[in-house]
Each structure stands twice: as structure tokens, then as C-alpha cells.
């Protein structure tokens, strides 16, 4: 990898916001999980079961990947919460909603790792570069099938 350290901070710092974006992500997520009401009840319970589980395990790479890059990764949820581009949301349980809700909370960490990945790839640092990538891959795949199931549901506009 190659030894500049100011792109390093400032991947350092990004990864600080994206484990942040993640916390809050997971906080949505299980309020999903727990609040979902309607037909589709076990499939999407089950949904944001899986994908709550799936942020802790990205939340504690991220963190670490702060650390192995001789960062320090954010520990307060207080701090989290004030940095993080994703807002708690107030889940009702509406299947449409919480659908809806976790398709914008996972564009939202796409933006910052997009970004990430690019500053990654000037630094030739591959490792974060490709961890994101795959975040990446399985965010896309994650989203589209929401958004089948958001088409399923008929009278739900959807972008795609
Ligand atoms: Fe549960």
C-alpha cells in the first residue's frame, strides 16, 4: 500500500462515517424486524432479521479495518447517531414503509462507500477497496429484490 498518509486519514475518516451510517442502519433494520405487520409477515421479518445480523458483522469489519489502518474507529452511539447521514426513523411497521425505508438506507451507504472505494483505489489500498466492493455487490442485489417485491405490490410506484 502506498505510504500517503493525509489519503489514509481521509479514508480513515470516511470509514468512521460509513461504520456510523451502519449503527443507525442496524437500529432501523431491527426496528423493522420487530414492528413489521401485514400478510407478509414471516418473509419479511425474516428479511430484516437477516439483514440486521449482516450490519453487525460489517459493523465490526469496518471497525476493525479503521483499526488495522492505524485509525480509531468511533465508539459513542451519541456520536454516531449526530454523524450518521442515515437518520433513526420511527418504524410503524408498514410493510410498504419499511421496505421502502431500508432500500434508502442502503442507497445511502452505497454513496459513502462509492466514495470510499474510488479513495482506496488512488491509495492502492485493495483491501479496503475490495471489502467495499462486495458491500457494494450485495447491497445491489439486496435492493433489487426489494424492489421486486415492492412491484409485486401493484399500486406501489417504484423508480425501477
Ligand atoms: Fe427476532
Redesign the pocket.
Known amino acids: 500500500m502506498k505510504k500517503d498518509a493525509a489519503t489514509i486519514e481521509k479514508i480513515i475518516n470516511r470509514l468512521n462515517d460509513l461504520l456510523a451510517a451502519y449503527q443507525v442502519v442496524y437500529f432501523n433494520t431491527?426496528s423493522s424486524?420487530?414492528m413489521i405487520k401485514g400478510e407478509n409477515f414471516f418473509e419479511l421479518?425474516k428479511v430484516f432479521?437477516t439483514a440486521y445480523n449482516d450490519a453487525t458483522v460489517k459493523i465490526d469489519d469496518i471497525a476493525e479495518r479503521i483499526l488495522t489502518l492505524g485509525g480509531i474507529p468511533k465508539m459513542f452511539a451519541t456520536d454516531m447517531i449526530k454523524s450518521s447521514v442515515v437518520k433513526e426513523k420511527k418504524v410503524s411497521g408498514d410493510q410498504t414503509e419499511c421496505v421502502k425505508g431500508m432500500i434508502e438506507d442502503q442507497e445511502a451507504l452505497e454513496v459513502i462507500e462509492n466514495e470510499i472505494v474510488k479513495m482506496a483505489d488512488d491509495a492502492n489500498d485493495v483491501v479496503t477497496a475490495d471489502m467495499l466492493t462486495k458491500y457494494l455487490g450485495q447491497q445491489q442485489k439486496t435492493n433489487w429484490m426489494l424492489y421486486q417485491f415492492l412491484k409485486k405490490k401493484s399500486h406501489i410506484e417504484v423508480k425501477s
Do not use: F
Request: net charge neutral.
Open positions: 431491527r424486524h420487530w421479518h432479521e
